[in-house]
């Protein structure tokens, strides 16, 4: 299931010349947008190694990359993409076919890095990334609390955090109002069995899963900030280093800051676990992703070949080996540590969680849910009228964008 495996991060701009890390100098300008974890500045950091490299690391990539590809020429030569934000560009046209210049530059790329779209290599997958467990581990066993491996469990376990006050707030979580809400409903409903879509391209969300997930997600706020509507990955990422909380399912590309000694206050306490479950039997409530690299169709081919080169030089096994805790790296070279514990026991349950789909119809019901379940959180509408206004919306777009008649 790791084979079937997105995100988010901070603004930066660098550029560099050539280092003798790299096995060619690069003389064409490259430029890439992508999210801002950490481990897109190792694979970008090594990318500038070869000169002439701009990386743009931005956490609101995914908005601006569908303008930025579609200029002609295009922004940006390379894309940094997961499997939940590369339809866009697929759709568009955007993006260009691989398969020449991997047979030309990617003789060391594992078959599972290979992301094929209608029989075409369309993206270079790098990491597999999913939400998982984490915990003070210094809190729970202080509080004689095992390891949650359920929702009810987290909660239970939250309360005692909560009754005994040691930290301000016994849960982190990345509810922030539209794509970070939608995708922790996107995380929760299959953990209770849902399906996304009717054959038919209607939404099915409609239904008693959705009512559970929905009423799942609203049982965190007793325990998490009242800001939490606000929260996103980078913000429960400083709750945890600044110690202000306790436990989050958060992204495993972030587990690498929880010990990094320049700005983490609970260096070594943080421990990482499988997503809980939702239900007795089923999966994970989480999903699988990958991250990894697109080439602009809009460039000359000549473009495109120096931009290939530059990501392999950025995803090759030095960088990995360098870099080893940042990810889950589907590179060859790395090796699994405790960081990644959570994220394989998560992508290797049995039944595994689903992997997001990347789809049409998804990216309009994730906008959908991401509008319209605030207002069950807030209370202002229960979980019946929030299921049928999702319903309603997503009918909507999916009308608007051919999806449905």
């Keep these: 299931m790791l084979k079937k495996l997105a995100l988010a991060g901070v603004v930066s701009l660098m550029g560099t010349t050539a280092w003798s890390a790299c096995a060619f100098e690069n003389t064409s300008e490259v430029k890439s947008l992508s999210a801002g974890f950490e481990a897109w500045k190792a694979v970008t950091d090594a990318m500038a190694e070869c000169g002439n490299v701009q990386a743009e690391l931005d956490q609101e990539f995914r908005t601006k990359q569908p303008a930025a590809f579609e200029a002609n020429p295009a922004l940006y030569q390379i894309g940094g993409v997961s499997n939940g934000t590369i339809t866009p560009l697929l759709n568009a046209g955007t993006i260009r076919p691989l398969d020449d210049l991997v047979a030309k530059y990617g003789q060391n790329l594992a078959p599972n890095q290979l992301i094929k779209i209608d029989g075409k290599i369309m993206a270079v997958a790098m990491m597999v990334n999913t939400q998982h467990l984490m915990y003070r581990e210094d809190i729970l066993s202080d509080l004689g609390i095992a390891v949650p491996t359920t929702w009810d469990e987290v909660y239970a376990a939250a309360e005692k955090i909560k009754e005994a006050g040691v930290v301000e707030y016994p849960l982190g979580a ?7 809400l939608a995708q922790e409903f996107v995380n929760m ?4 069995g849902g399906q996304l879509f009717n054959d038919d391209n209607t939404t099915a969300v409609n239904s008693e899963a959705g009512i559970k997930a929905l009423e799942t997600m609203k049982a965190a706020l007793p325990y998490t900030d009242p800001e939490v509507l606000n929260s996103d990955s980078t913000t429960v990422q400083q709750q945890f280093q600044q110690g202000k909380i306790a436990m989050a399912n958060l992204w495993a590309s ?4 929880m010990d990094d000694a320049a700005e983490s206050k609970v260096v070594g306490k943080v421990k990482m676990a499988a997503a809980p479950i939702a239900m007795d039997g089923g ?18 081919d000549e473009d495109a070949d120096a931009a290939f080169r530059v990501a392999m030089e950025g995803m090759d096994e030095e960088m990995v080996t360098a870099n080893n805790e940042a990810a889950i790296w589907l590179i060859p070279g790395y090796v699994p540590g405790p960081l990644a514990k959570g994220a394989i026991d998560t992508a290797t349950a049995n039944p ?11 990216g309009l019901l994730h906008t959908a849910l991401g509008n319209e379940i605030p207002a069950f959180l807030t209370g202002d509408r229960d979980a019946a009228a929030t299921l049928t206004a999702i319903e309603e919306a997503y009918t909507t777009s999916a009308k608007e ?4 008649k």
């Design 254 to 257: 972030r587990g690498g800051a």
């Design 352 to 362: 595994a969680p689903p992997a997001y789909p990347s789809t049409t119809q998804m």
């Design 189 to 192: 409903y299959p953990g209770f």
């Design 283 to 300: 999966a994970p409530a989480t999903t699988l992703w990958w991250d990894g690299i697109v080439i602009a169709t809009n460039i000359s």
């Design 401 to 404: 964008a051919g999806v449905l």
């Design 174 to 180: 990345t509810m922030k109002s539209g794509w970070n």
